[in-house]
Structures are given as C-alpha cells and as structure tokens.
C-alpha cells in the first residue's frame, strides 16, 4: 500500500531534534524556523517535557472521558493563569479543526442560530464546519459548501455590519490570519466587532490556533486590542507536537450533557504533553521571550532591499518579498539549511519558530537571509 499523496513534500527525512535544530537521516542539521507548521513552542525533544511523557505512558496513557482525569483541571488552572481568561471553561479536543468545529457548533447550540460570519482569505481547518468558513473553494468539497456562512473583508467593519443578522451565532475570525498571509486585524477593527457582535447576540469567536500560545508576545493575540472573546481556539503549540487542541469558553454559555464530546480528546497523555508545554513556558517566560525576539528579528531584517513587505508580531513572522520568496525559501533550505514556511496566495515567507529562539539563531537567519537575496 502507499500513502495518499496530498502534500507536496521535501526530499528530507527527519530523524532527530533538539532545541531548533532539525537532523536528518544523512546527519545533516537544518535550523527550523517553522516548527513543524507552528506546533513545537517549547523546542524539540525539550527535557521536562519528554521526562513527564515518559513518566505518564509508564503509568497510564489513556482514559476516556467516562471518569475524571484530573489532568485536564490542573491544565485548566494553568491556563486559567497564564492566559489571563480568569473565568472561561476549558474543553479538550485533537486539532485545531476540531477546536473550531466545537466552537462553531457551541455558538450555534447556545443562540439556536444557524449562520455564521467568517473573514476572505481566512484559513480554519479541513473538517466540515472549519473547512465551511475558510475561504478557499480549492480545498471544499461540494459536501462543504453552504449559504449558512456570510463573508466579509478583514478591517471593514461596514462589510460585517452588512451581513449581519438576527440569524448570525456567530463572527469567526483568527487572530492573525496566517496561511492567508500574516495579516493582522487591526485592535480597532477587533473592539467595532465585539460590539457589533454584543449588539446582535451573536458570540465572537477567534481562532487562535495559529497565533496564539504566547507566539506574539501575549497569549493570545486579541489582548493586544483590549477585547475578550466567547470562545477561543487554540491547539498547535498547545502540547509541543502532541496533538492536543482546545476551547476555552465564556461561562455564560451552559454546558449540556451531550452537545459536545470526544474519545480521545483530554486524556492522560495530551493532558501530561500540554502541562509539561504550559509549565516549561511559564518557568522560561517563553512569552516574553517571544516578544523580545520578535522585535529583535524585526529589527534586524528591516531596510533589507529584498523585502517589499514586513508583517506579524512576536514570533509570527510575515516577510513578504520582492523577488519569488518560493526561490528565496528553497535557498534556504538547500544551501543554508533553514527551515521556513509560506503564506499561500502571496509572496510572504511565513516565520513561526519555537518560542524558546535565542538571538544567536535570529543571527544566523538574517545571515544566510541576506545571502540569499543579495
Ligand atoms: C488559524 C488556523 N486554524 C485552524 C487550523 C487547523 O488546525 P489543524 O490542522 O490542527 O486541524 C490551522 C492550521 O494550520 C490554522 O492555522
């Protein structure tokens, strides 16, 4: 049997990490700059991480939901401190497309509305509902299409106001789009939605699977604007590369026996790999390492000629170039050994790295960066 073949992949077999440094099976070593599309926040193979791993599958791995895992209070609490959402209920799914789909089904459960307002170019996930409010008609099947989503254009506030109705659950939108582009709302745009979303009884829910966990030097994106959210999905750098993802929602919404579940989802395993991620990241100040590094990276690559463009905050990185950025990215893979990701649609070379990057990897981007595109 061979494998369905629906990624484009690169000739490069990884056998090993640790930290930002990638081995492959011929022993070559890459700096990653990616994170396996933004998943490991923390840093490969991380000591504390790998220690609670392998002392958690030596006791027990898995459990279903039928009985109290203690683990998933102990992470709400964590979360609870390090988020700043002080009174919000923790659900625990697999993915990102599965957080989005909950909270796209919660919002519709709770104002028994069945539309939802989602932004162009946004980018959700591939399960029905996720895939439903991204807008690539590529990547939907006919299964998938729906006069139940409305589209509006990220920072016009007019063209939400103007399919906004008394059947709209909810507004969908991610804290930085990131496959759309490393395109950020902007905080007024993110408070005139709130508003309207108050003013309309719908829920606002924002998407930051991608964004947030402390990569742009807060937790979560949207607090740069002031405004909190009903519901907010998370999963990527949740558990450092176990697949672990998550709502977290307003307690005004009640909870029903039955409207959400999953097998999987919250068992001992993930709960271990996203509290050892969680502690490590408050013990290290990853988030404000991640803001410091940002500016420090932003710093350095500003007034390089190459680039047309310079988007993001923290350590989600939008550098949008003059030249073919899928040349620049396979230069520097192939010839200076970095790994980096792309914005679809644009020409923008897409940077989430782990949050634990020092300046001394920042360097050596920039170096073989202006190589690269001299
Ligand atoms: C903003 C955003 N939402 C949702 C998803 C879907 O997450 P997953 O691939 O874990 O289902 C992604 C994945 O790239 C994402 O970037």
Known sequence: MNTFEVFKLYPIAIESAKGLELTDSEGKKYLDLY????????????????????????????????????????LAQKLQKISGYSDYKLFLVNSGAEANENALKLASFYTNRSKVIAFRKAFHGRTSLAVAVTDSPAIQAPINKTD????????????????????????????????????????????????????????????????????????????????????????????????????????????????????????????????ATVEVMMRDNLVDNAAKMGEYLFGKLRGNKAIKDLRGKGLMVGIETVGDASEIRNKLLFDEHIFTGFSGGVNTIRLIPPLCITEKEIDRFVEAFDKVTQ
Not at 56 to 66: A, E, T
Not at 235 to 256: Q, R, Y
């Open 35 to 74: 994170g396996g599309h933004g998943v490991i926040s923390i840093g490969h193979s991380q000591p504390d991480y790998v220690k609670r791993i392998t002392e958690q599958i030596n006791k027990i791995g898995f459990y279903s939901n039928s009985v109290r895992i203690p683990f998933q209070e102990e």
């Open 148 to 275: 139940k989503v409305l589209w509006a254009e990220l920072n016009d506030i007019e063209s939400v106001k103007a399919v906004m109705d008394n059947d709209v659950a909810a507004v969908i939108i991610e804290g930085i789009q990131g496959v759309g582009g490393v395109k950020i709302p902007t905080n007024d745009f993110l408070r005139q939605l709130r508003e309207l979303c108050t003013q309309n009884g719908s829920l606002l829910i924002v998407d930051e699977i991608q964004c947030g966990y402390g990569r742009t030097g807060k937790f979560f994106y949207h607090q740069y604007s002031g405004v909190k959210a009903d519901i907010i999905s998370m999963a990527k750098g949740i558990a450092n590369g176990f697949p672990v993802g998550a709502i977290m929602i307003n307690p005004e919404i009640p909870a029903k026996f039955g409207m959400l579940g999953t097998t999987f989802g919250g068992n001992h395993l993930g709960c271990a790999a996203a509290l």
